[in-house]
């Protein structure tokens, strides 16, 4: 059963990347544009600029695209999740200890969850992973001596 289980572990932590970077996505866009609830489900969006909320609703647009799509996957994963400790520890944990006391479940969720993808990279399905093949080839037949 544990080799079965390691065998799929690129394909689980693909599914997850992608998932995750959706979500990620998701609270950019409604954010940014109003739709899917708006910013802070109020159906309005964040005023262009404004400190820290249109930042970090551009990093979660930005960054959830690049996780979604696997390219440049640790990288972008370690600005949201860096992001997403900042408005932990700056905007919900001042209001109280907790995160079902100060409503910050989601930032600490998104956090560690973008952490584990820098660790971890961007499994399977990611264009990261097409890229590389892609240019292995090339690689090396470029490392390759010549016959002369």
Known sequence: MTGRLNSAQPYALGLYRIVVGLLFLCHGTASLFGVLGGASGT??????????????????????????????????ALLAAGSMAYAYFKVHQPMALWPMENGGEAAAMFSWAFLLLVFTGSGAFGLDRLLAKRSTPERKRAAEPVAV
């Open 43 to 76: 159906g309005g969006t964040l005023e262009a600029g404004s400190w820290p909320g249109w930042y970090a609703a551009v990093i979660q647009l930005v960054c959830g695209s690049l996780v979604l799509l696997g390219l440049g996957t640790r990288v972008a």
